[in-house]
């Protein structure tokens, strides 16, 4: 089966891909795109080779709105795109609506570049909660139940045995028992 598709492969001089679907057995063949209209439905195809473009020479799509975005940053937070969209048909003169591989290139550089934006400011500013502090990890409540049961035994231990001698003892093991009951309340 294999071979005979590599051969009809070969036969075919605008097919571009061979894809196999084992499920059922069907060999499906994709026509390759030869135009440079076809080529120009990526993302990051050069918007600025179609005649109708007003943009900057070799620039994508992805360029484009990088460029809007940093010369008006508020358009990045703002909901709605209806103004880049007419930013975009007032630099394109040629086009009544905007196609549907430009309206994908800005929803997606418009993510990158909220996600970049997020992820500079943590890492530029560090939580002073998170730095004093470890991450708490989750107990059982039955393990926290007898940690608090021993630390109760050790305590009553301490003050039976030497309850002047061992002040100090006995006040870390208050603090811990402490520790464990508030982490029982949460």
Same mark, same amino acid.
């Given at each position: 089966m294999i071979a005979l598709c590599f051969v009809s492969y070969r036969m075919l001089s605008n097919v571009r891909t061979v894809s196999f679907n084992n499920l059922r057995g069907n060999v499906v063949a994709k026509k390759a795109k030869d135009t440079l209209e076809e080529t120009q439905e990526t993302n990051g195809a050069p918007a600025a080779e179609s005649p109708n473009d007003g943009g900057? %020479? &070799? %620039? $994508?799509?992805? &360029?484009y709105f990088r460029r809007i975005f940093a010369e008006k940053?508020?358009? +990045? #937070?703002?909901r709605s795109n209806k103004e880049v969209f007419a930013r975009w048909l007032k630099d394109h003169p040629g086009h009544d609506k905007v196609p549907a591989n430009v309206k994908t290139g800005l929803q997606n550089i418009k993510s990158v570049l909220k996600k970049k934006g997020k992820a500079q400011t943590q890492s530029s500013e560090p939580k002073p909660a998170q730095a004093s502090q470890p991450a708490l #990890? #989750? $107990?059982s409540v039955r393990g926290l139940d007898a940690l608090e049961f021993q630390i109760d035994e050790c305590l009553t231990l301490a003050k039976t045995l030497d309850r002047d &001698? +061992?002040?100090a003892v006995i006040g870390l +093991? #208050?603090?811990?028992?402490?520790q464990v009951v508030l982490r029982l309340g949460e």
């Open positions: 900057a %020479e &070799g %620039e $994508t799509i992805a &360029g940053p508020r358009l +990045l #937070r703002q #990890r #989750r $107990t &001698g +061992l002040q +093991l #208050r603090q811990a028992r402490n």
